[in-house]
């Protein structure tokens, strides 16, 4: 397949990753979690079977994009500005392009592997909290990420808009939800799929 993942994330500095699971874990134990959320990523990715890159927002230097490159995964420095900024970054060049970030651990691969191929140009996987786990696109399109207000309900539907002012056919995949304060960690913890390596990233006494 012609089509590429990019991964969006960032350096498990304590303090400035998972900051709405920090009054749970502490800073420590949420950059921990933020590490062990990026490699289940890595691993859902891997089982895909597509091709994949990791656009970091951290020192490419460092042990993190280290450890990245390590797996098999090439890494990139993130784009500076908003999220629209760095989803055009990432989602830049020929081919489609699929960007997802690392807070939806249980995702299927094959909602990657279908994404890669739909026919329409747009494909969006729906987050429950308004926004979206990951969008694919045949081609650069500007317009589907300016002015768009992110991390709010209206995310998702803000997009969708822009991509049908472009006259853009749009597929949907499985929808999910984040994991960004206690009470969803608590609900991974629960579900039956949730990956070991979380489980063993959380503290044993965990509780929303």
Do not use: N
């Amino acid at each position: 397949m012609s089509a590429r993942v990019v991964i969006l994330t960032k350096d498990p500095v304590p303090g400035r990753v998972k900051t709405r699971l920090i009054p749970a874990l502490g800073p420590e134990g949420a950059a921990r979690f933020h590490t062990a959320l990026v490699h289940t990523t890595l691993d859902l990715v891997g089982a895909s079977g597509l091709d994949a890159v990791v656009s970091l927002s951290g020192d490419l230097e460092g042990a993190f994009a280290r450890d990245i490159r390590a797996r098999g995964f090439a890494t990139e420095a993130q784009a500076p500005g908003d999220l629209g900024a760095r989803l055009r970054h990432a989602l830049r060049g020929p081919g489609r392009r699929l960007a997802l970030g690392t807070d939806c651990p249980l995702l299927d691969p094959a909602s990657l592997r279908a994404a890669a191929v739909a026919p329409q140009p747009v494909v969006i996987g729906p987050a429950e909290d308004g926004g979206y786990w990951m969008i694919a696109i045949d081609a650069p399109d500007d317009h589907l990420f300016t002015d768009v207000p992110w991390s709010s309900p209206q995310t998702r539907a803000v997009t969708l808009q822009r991509a049908r002012e472009r006259g853009h056919e749009i597929a949907f995949a499985p929808e999910h939800y984040d994991i960004d304060t206690p009470t969803e960690l608590s609900r991974l913890l629960s579900a039956p799929r949730c990956p070991a390596r979380l489980r063993a990233a959380a503290p044993a006494h965990f509780s929303a």
